[in-house]
């Protein structure tokens, strides 16, 4: 027995210490004691993922009052985080960051030795007379090169019950693993709560990442994305592995689409938060492999992926019988979903956007709420948040694709990325080749900030490759990375540009519907099967209008015109010209390594933009470009 093993023999019961003695690894036991002696809770729990633990866990969520399961539908419970803990907090996550060491200026840092005082003294006592939950998981699927081991010591049981329907089960591997492999982990507690479960001390909320010994620690908040350490906090610890190691760790999501003769195409995907990316994997008549978070390796010269997670924690608002049939079938059936900030009556969820009349009373995450009610700056409170979610297992779902599990992940034909671009780019677009498409598409891509972070929404701003909150190395060294580990593939995927967000310059009425993605997707499969042809523009390679009057009409229902297509494949030459010079602006000021390469692409295409400027006017129309 090892001294920690030895030390936790007075502080956990018979049962855990057994469990715990089952892992050879004395980083895992050092983790448990000094997360108990520093947090000190009343009992500890460690959860080795039998089925009944796991159903303990939901039943304590529910028991302790963190959750409620006084909702009609089977399974169905619903959560609430604070009124100022509705979202990712940029403000106060933070790197620690070693002396001697740096960072670069744009990604919020600390001094490793003041942040760390700082979290310890936060988590101080925390979790005094509750119970610490510690749980162990994998990102990746087991056995596999991509499979990172992950552990969490919580008092959250959301979190611990969100922990469990969205990761794979890891105690088993715990087992197996050697005394020095490497695993993240993560501290979390909501620290203090009200009579309602909800932590309050937001002053005091923190979320520090200690790179350094692949630590999270989180404090006085609940909100899933900034209690659960593997999300985004682990994804930046992924990016600094990767960033080693020679692979990606990305923002995407991964859809199977399928095509001519049984064929299956894999995309992966990567969008701001809130703009799109979810509703893009779970296209009716697709399959989802992942929602949020990938890693992609080169696997015998092939690019492949895996969900680093297998369940969705995702955006409810707008998810309609129309616009998202399948997610709204899932949330209104009975299974194991959670709710979170949503408006409750009746026994029921209720959300913005949800295709039918919300109830003018219930409650909500301000407690109870009536139409008309306002917070303390005397704003309207919506009846349910903006940000509000579901978390639920992909499993649960009939389009989870079949390799969710596959150790070697699967194939990606093509990459898209996608922002909030309401002025410039077309809908859908091939990049010339990879180079292009990485950096005209991703490493470029410009949008607005949404109500997935907290605080001023509607910021137009660069965020490279829908990743740029979670880059954890200078931003031109992660760009260099993704060329790199191109330039070693046999067969690179093909690269998109996708924009949801086009409004007419005028009027500013958006160009395209919700559904409309569905015929960009078919589309990319046809391109990277070598099905059709394209028309070269200067900014890429966009849709033949023949090829998407059959896609439209069997898809959508819809008779596309060709005053549609000409609207939204119109080069705008004078906006894609001045976003070249934001982007260049932005490059310039925040991105002191950016690759020369870079430079080159927006360049040319530039010149491209001028050239045909020269012939064609200032807006051209897509039939002015040759068909390749
Ligand atoms: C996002 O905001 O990009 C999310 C949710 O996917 S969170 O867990 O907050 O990261
Ligand atoms: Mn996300």
Known sequence: MNKYLEQLGSKLDEIELKKLSKIQNTKVHQFVLESIELCNPQKVFICSDTPSEVAYIKHMAIASGEESAALSTPGHTFHFDGPRDQ?????????????????????????????????????????????MIVIFLLLGPADSVFTIPCMECTDSWYVSHSVDLLYRRGYQKFCKISKDTDFLKTLHSAGKLNENMVSVEYDKKRIYIDYTTNTVYSVNTQYAGNSIGFKKQAL????????????????????????????????????PSASGKTSTAMLPGETILADDLAYVKNIDGECRAVNVECGIFGIIQNVNPGDDPLIYQILTQPGDIIFSNVLIKDEKPWWLGMGCELPKEGINYSGKWWEGKTDENGDNILPSHKNARYTVSLKALPNCDPELENPKGVKLGGIMFGGR????????????DWAHGILAYGAALETETTFATVGQEGKHEINVMSIQDFVSIPLGQYIK????????????????????????????????TRRDKYVWVKWMELRVNNDVKARETPTGLIPLYEDLVPLFKQLLGKDYTKEEHVKQFTIRVPENLLKIERVKEFLKAEVSDAPQELFDVLDEQKGRLVKAKERFGNYISPENFEIV
Request: aromatic fraction near 12%.
């Open 87 to 131: 979202g990712r907090d940029r403000e106060v996550t933070k790197f620690l960051v070693p002396k001697g060491d740096s960072l670069p200026p744009a990604l919020k840092q600390i001094d490793r030795e003041e942040g760390l005082k700082e979290i310890i003294s936060h988590h101080k006592d925390s979790m005094k007379g509750k119970t």
């Open 236 to 271: 930046r610890l992924a990016i600094r592995k990767a960033h080693k190691e020679g692979w990606l760790a990305e923002h995407f999501m991964i859809l199977g689409v399928k095509g001519k003769n049984g064929r299956k195409t894999y995309f992966a995907g990567a969008f």
């Open 421 to 432: 671009d309401y002025r410039g780019y077309v809908p859908v677009q091939q990049g010339l």
């Open 481 to 512: 990375n993704y060329l790199e580990f191109g330039k070693k593939l046999n067969k690179v995927p093909l690269v998109f540009g996708v924009n949801y967000f086009l409004r007419d310059l005028k009027t500013g009425a958006y160009l395209n």
